[in-house]
């Protein structure tokens, strides 16, 4: 049974760095079957895709949401089996529920099914 | 970035009633659309994706259809736990994004 599960300080100052972790039982991040996505979730801007990683033999591949231009990063730490997010700079704009989620990748076809597994999602707020 | 906009954005419906949420994407988007429900402080359950094919494990109650720029979400006959709210979601191209959401509520 796959399972995903978000960590993360719950609060964070503007203009730090918020870093979130999602951990995954019952699969292999370093899979080349999944792609390992970061949404969030906010009242005023709804869901928001932010990146994808998956990996093909011994690379990585990322996609990044251009809104969030140089300030977001998605990493996946295989040793540990869980993938992170992290967003500088914040504002209060980036107050939202962030979800971590698992998609199936179909490398022939390059088509990304969407995520069918997601964490619970944890709420960030961003506050001074 | 791809708009799509769903409509209507909440509607009032009883139980067995027919319901059907439609999403309209800014540019052609084949047939990469995916629908959601979420219900209040759980994460979105995919129900469809590439616009008309039924996840696995979701009731065939639900049913997409659609292509291009026009697509609908139907409920054929709404059950009580299908008071939620509803997304389409574009994977076209990156950006990945978005409907506003439906919302169902209990007439």
């Known amino acids: 049974q796959v399972h995903l599960q978000e960590s993360g300080p719950g609060l964070v100052k503007p203009s730090e760095t918020l870093s979130l972790t999602c951990t995954v039982s019952?699969?292999?991040?370093?899979?080349?079957?999944?792609?390992w996505s970061w949404i969030r979730q906010s009242p005023g801007k709804g869901l928001e895709w932010i990146a994808n990683?998956?990996?093909?033999?011994?690379?990585?591949?990322?996609n990044y949401n251009p809104s969030f231009k140089s300030q977001v990063t998605i990493s996946v730490d295989k040793s540990k089996n869980h993938f992170s997010l992290k967003l500088s700079s914040v504002t209060a704009a980036d107050t939202a529920v962030y979800f971590c989620?698992?998609?199936?990748?179909?490398?022939?076809?390059?088509?990304?099914?969407?995520?069918?597994?997601w964490g619970q999602g944890t709420l960030v707020t961003v506050s001074s | 970035d791809i708009q799509m906009t769903q409509s209507p954005s909440s509607l009032s419906a009883s139980v067995g009633d027919r319901v059907t949420i439609t999403c309209r994407a800014s540019?052609?988007?084949?047939?990469?659309l995916n629908w959601y429900e979420q219900k209040q402080g759980k994460a979105p359950k995919v129900l469809i994706y590439?616009?008309?094919s039924l996840q696995s494990g979701v009731s065939s109650r639900f049913s997409g259809s659609g292509s291009g720029t026009d697509f609908t979400l139907t409920i054929s006959s709404l059950q009580p736990e299908d008071f939620a709210t509803y997304y389409c979601?574009?994977?076209?191209?990156?950006?990945?994004?978005f409907g506003q959401g439906t919302k169902v509520e209990i007439k």
């Open positions: 989620a698992r998609g199936d990748y179909d490398v022939l076809t390059a088509y990304y099914y969407p995520p069918d597994y």
């Open positions: 019952g699969g292999a991040v370093s899979s080349g079957s999944y792609y």
């Open positions: 990683i998956y990996f093909s033999g011994s690379t990585n591949y990322t």
């Open positions: 540019q052609n988007i084949n047939k990469y």
């Open positions: 590439a616009a008309s």
């Open positions: 979601q574009q994977s076209y191209r990156t950006p990945w994004t």
